[in-house]
């Protein structure tokens, strides 16, 4: 069975830092995916990493991929109040390849203080 | 391009009821996803239908199920509800649901059990 842990489960921040979010799962898999939470509301794609050693930027977040230490990280740098949110990894089922069945992790909530 | 939809938004039912919660994709999308979000559970995987055949199948017991009719909408429903199925469901679509193609998520039906 695919797990796919995630920590920490809750980050309190204050705005200027840097921080990282670790994304461990259990099983080979080439792809992973970052998504972001707001209260209520559904999950919007950050970030899609299709292979060992993929980096990704957007703004203030970065997210990499090691598929042989099956880890990602997401890393804040500087942060802002706009990125108080929950962020998910999820990693694509590895038996059929198929990317419409994912497991997610069990989620970050980030609070960015000012 | 018009994203997932889902409908009805919110649902208040009664424990024993039945419900039926809708799906209408990115047009063009062939593969539609449903997932469960619960604080206790987090995001499960509840099953995924592509070219109105159910391709890939979770943990849930029968009582929840679906469809997906020829022009890719879907449909799921949970018969004999129970409390601890309080939970948003979202649903997510992609092209063909394999390899490079990405899920795009709806908005959620939050369902409230009584």
């Known amino acids: 069975e695919l797990k796919v842990e995630q920590n920490p489960l809750f980050l309190s921040m204050q705005e200027g830092k840097n921080y990282t979010i670790y994304c461990n799962y259990s099983?080979?898999?080439?792809?992973l995916y970052w998504y972001r939470q707001d209260p209520g509301k559904s999950l919007e794609s950050l970030f899609v990493?299709?292979?060992?050693?993929a980096v990704k930027q957007e703004g203030r977040l970065m997210a990499s991929l090691d598929t042989k230490a099956r880890l990602s990280t997401l890393h804040i740098t500087a942060a802002v109040h706009d990125l108080s949110a929950t962020y998910f990894c999820a990693v694509d089922d590895p038996y059929t390849g198929t990317a419409s069945k994912l497991t997610f992790g069990t989620g970050t909530r980030l609070q960015v203080t000012l | 391009k018009a994203g997932v939809t889902q409908t009805p938004r919110y649902l208040i039912k009664t424990r024993g009821q039945q419900v039926t919660l809708s799906c209408s994709p990115i047009s063009g999308h062939r593969s539609v996803s449903w997932y469960q979000q619960t604080p206790g559970q987090g995001l499960q995987f509840l099953f995924e239908?592509?070219?109105?055949?159910?391709?890939n199948k979770g943990n849930f017991p029968g009582r929840f199920s679906g469809r997906q009719f020829s022009n890719s909408r879907s449909e799921m429903n949970v018969s004999t509800l129970e409390l601890g199925d309080s939970a948003l469901y979202l649903c997510?679509?992609?092209?063909?649901?394999?390899?490079?193609?990405?899920?795009?998520f709806g908005p959620g039906t939050r369902l409230t059990v009584t």
């Open positions: 239908y592509f070219s109105e055949t159910q391709r």
């Open positions: 990493l299709l292979s060992n050693g």
């Open positions: 099983t080979t898999s080439d792809r």
């Open positions: 997510a679509s992609s092209f063909s649901g394999i390899n490079l193609s990405e899920q795009y």
